[in-house]
């Protein structure tokens, strides 16, 4: 008998039915709920293609939320961050440098401006 450990205990995800976690199994079950409702509401107005091709596109989202997951995040948490740093704070990030040592010595450096220079200064 051999028992699979695996080297992340983050990775680990306990499956439930037929290798699906929870949340997979669950979003499944939603696409299908989706789909057939779907194919039962447009077979007899849109005909029996266009039925399925929008059981297709009605199921996707569902399962996509089930299975989806990028950089460790849901899909619904993908969703969030997207809709959070396009929609409700969009900005444009514009880099102005600092310079510190200018800062700290503008006294200094403007007080030398201001000095009229010397002939041994100048012909050096």
């Known amino acids: 008998m051999e028992i699979k450990i695996p080297k992340e205990i983050r990775e680990y995800q306990e499956s439930i039915f037929f290798g ?9 079950l939603l696409a299908l709920g989706a789909a057939v409702g779907l194919y039962f509401l447009l077979r007899d107005t849109a005909g029996t293609e266009i ?43 514009v880099f102005r440098a600092e310079n510190l040592y200018y800062t700290v010595m503008r006294a200094k450096i403007e007080a030398g401006a201001r000095r009229p220079k010397r002939e041994a200064e100048v012909c050096r």
Do not use: D
């Open 51 to 93: 039925a399925g091709w929008a059981c297709m596109l009605g199921a996707a989202p569902f399962a996509a939320c089930g299975f989806v997951s990028y950089h460790g995040m849901t899909a619904e948490q993908l969703l969030w961050a997207v809709i959070k740093s396009e929609l409700l704070t969009p900005h444009r990030l």
């Open 20 to 28: 699906l976690n929870t949340r997979q199994f669950v979003c499944s």
